[in-house]
């Protein structure tokens, strides 16, 4: 937790100097800067000055002091292999289940499929990156191959299958994998 580079952050954000600060707060300049560079900490009462003389609430302050990831590495990813099946599901964002969507990387082995998916909220979206799939939603099938896509309401149990084998970057919402 990097508070004084939160803090220089927001100062600068609101478009003041470290001597503007200070003033406003009845500090030095060199103690901001000194908070500022994590050489020394306010205290509480210091902090809470500091906070509302920037215009930021407590809340405020602690609650973005983790920006979220956006990129993501292949150190960053994680997989889990059935052989069985003759599948492989690589999640390429790490903890997607906590968002929205969650995208994964299924490689399927020729005569390989996906687990069963029962019935859920959301919806399904599929990119064919090689090979060719069937899709198995409830009693309908239907067949993409590389550069094709597919999306649908998993009203049904769904899965995929792939006789020559696949690679697809599948998407669901709201995070079922």
Not at 94 to 110: D, F, V, W
Not at 146 to 168: I, R, W
Request: net charge negative; charged share 25%; proline share 5%.
């Amino acid at each position: 937790m990097d508070i004084g580079k939160r803090l220089r952050d927001i100062r600068i954000r609101n478009g003041l100097t470290q001597e503007e600060l200070a003033d406003r707060c009845e500090l030095t300049k060199g103690f901001i800067s000194q908070v500022e560079r994590n050489q020394t900490s306010p205290s509480i009462a210091t902090l809470m000055d500091l906070l509302q003389c920037l215009g930021v609430g407590v809340g405020e302050f602690f609650s973005d002091m983790e920006e979220a990831q956006v990129v993501f590495t292949a150190e960053d990813a994680f997989e889990k292999e059935d052989r069985e099946a003759g599948s492989l599901i690589r999640w390429i964002v790490p903890n997607a289940q906590k968002n929205r969507m969650e995208p994964i990387l299924l490689t399927l082995a020729p005569g390989g499929s996906s687990e069963p998916d029962d019935p859920h909220e959301g919806e399904e979206f599929g990119y064919v990156l090689s090979g060719a799939v069937t899709i198995i939603n409830g009693s309908k099938t239907y067949r993409a191959k590389k550069g094709e896509s597919f999306y649908f309401t998993p009203d049904s149990t769904h899965y995929l299958t792939s006789k020559k084998g696949a690679q697809v970057l599948w998407i669901s919402t709201p995070p079922s994998f």
